[in-house]
Nanobody, 122 residues
């Protein structure tokens, strides 16, 4: 059974940084595109960032471009999201996800984690 496990969430003041990590021990990691999504209370889940299998192509939502960086380590089966210059509107539950095929920005990924909460105080 495939499990994605996020970590690194927390409470941070506006302007601060956090680094989220996602481990996938049961996944043949290098065969999957990996993405981060978020969902704030009362809102739909939205795409944040994604990285292709090889790691040489990434995509970002306009709202986080220039502030967030996604990276993956296929040897360690992990994907990370470095979040800088955080804003209160970044507050949400963040989910990592994996998919074999399909667009990186689509939200119909094959596997999902349980989520980690990020709260940015103003």
């Amino acid at each position: 059974q495939v499990q994605l496990v996020e970590s690194g969430g927390g409470l941070v003041p506006a302007g601060g940084s956090l680094r989220l990590s996602c481990a996938a021990p049961g996944l043949t990691f290098r065969m999957y595109h990996l993405g981060w999504f978020r969902q704030a209370p009362g809102k739909e889940r939205e795409f944040v960032a994604a990285v292709m299998r090889s790691g040489d192509s990434t995509a970002y939502a306009d709202s986080v471009k220039g502030r967030f960086t996604i990276s993956r380590d296929n040897a360690k089966n992990t994907v990370s999201l470095q979040m800088n210059s955080l804003k209160p509107e970044d507050t949400a539950a963040y989910y990592c996800a994996a998919r074999r095929f399909g667009p990186m920005r689509g939200n119909d990924y094959d596997y999902w984690g349980q989520g980690t909460q990020v709260t940015v105080s103003s």
